[in-house]
């Protein structure tokens, strides 16, 4: 037995077969290169056949495929909203994936990154063992995933885990219209707004991130920058630990979760930063949950949406996935 998960991103599109034990059998990868619309939806499916033929090949049937979008599953309706890929306000991936593999017993199933993060760090990663975790990707953007009695939170209207909309300040700038507060702030995109908005403000300032355009200094150099004690970087970084903190006083307080796991790009960088986010949440958050809760880096790196939607395929086919505690 085994599943194929593949996890679709805004650039590019990664699969894998994946044994009942976890195993990577054969893993494939390729850019969307500016795909929208219908050519995006056959590049998922073409590699799909790829992986059901390498199953072949190997004599092992697939019962089962995952697929992680970046954005928003419904999951009555299998359609997805991705809104970095042009043409999926409300595209069929679930129908044009079952009609491609044409095997009613190869269940489909779809949800969001965030989801998958949290199911692949539970399955394979830094939340083994744990039933009330919560995975927290910080990288273009910010979202979370919450597991609540080993189940992935989704919503009323699956959009749960939003968290880059979380309200951290006030008053209500223009800008947070687009984001939320939290992702402007404290993304990778935001750390570089944030600086770039300083160059602005601080004419008087002449270090080393003066050299470059308010408009394209990026996260890494505003880090490379704070370990230079550059001051620009050190009120952004600051401000980034500050509301990453306050969050998770309110992650703490609202699920009460054995575990929070940082990761996506910026963690990274800024893993070395979990001693003063807890120390930021402490001050916050419900003290009881706060004493007893871990935050711990991710431990799957890039691939944990993957091997979520590797989970997610085991999980909807019906089989009893097997967990390193």
Not at 246 to 267: E, Q
Request: net charge negative; aromatic share 8%.
């Amino acid at each position: 037995m085994a599943v194929i998960g593949l996890d679709l991103g805004g650039t590019k599109l990664a699969g894998a077969l994946f044994s009942g034990e976890g195993e990577i059998l054969d893993r494939r990868s390729a850019g969307l290169e500016h795909r929208g619309g219908k050519d995006v939806g056959a590049l998922v499916t073409g590699m799909t056949g790829e992986l059901l033929a390498s199953a072949l090949r190997r004599g092992v049937a697939v019962s089962g495929i995952g697929i992680a979008i970046p954005g928003i599953a419904y999951h009555t309706s299998g359609n997805v909203w991705a809104p970095n890929i042009p043409g999926w306000e409300e595209y069929p991936l679930r129908a044009e994936l079952e009609a491609s593999i044409g095997s009613p017993g190869c269940r489909v199933l779809v949800d969001s990154d965030r989801a998958c993060s949290i199911l692949g760090e539970r399955w394979r990663g830094a939340a083994r063992g744990c039933d009330h975790a919560i995975f927290v990707a910080v990288g273009t953007g910010i979202g979370l995933g919450v597991l609540v009695n080993g189940n992935v939170l989704r919503g009323a209207h699956d959009i749960a885990g939003a968290t880059g909309w979380m309200a951290l300040d006030r008053p209500f700038r223009d800008g947070y219209v687009a984001c939320g507060c939290f992702e402007y702030a404290a993304s990778g995109d935001g750390i570089a707004r944030v600086a770039g908005d300083l160059l602005r403000e601080m004419p008087e300032y002449q270090g080393e991130l003066r050299r470059i355009s308010p408009g394209s200094v990026t996260a890494r150099e505003v880090f490379a920058a704070y370990d230079r004690q550059d001051p620009i970087a050190l009120r952004t970084i600051d401000q980034a630990v500050a509301y990453w903190g306050m969050a998770t006083a309110n992650y703490v307080s609202l699920f009460d979760p054995d575990r929070i796991i940082f990761g996506g790009g910026v963690f990274g960088p800024a893993v070395r930063f979990l001693g003063a986010i807890r120390k930021e949440a402490e001050k916050w958050a419900q003290p009881i949950s706060m004493r007893k809760v871990e935050l711990v880096p991710a431990e799957l790196g890039t691939d944990a949406v993957l091997i979520g939607a590797g989970s997610l395929a085991l999980r909807g086919s019906g089989h009893t996935i097997m967990e390193n505690a």
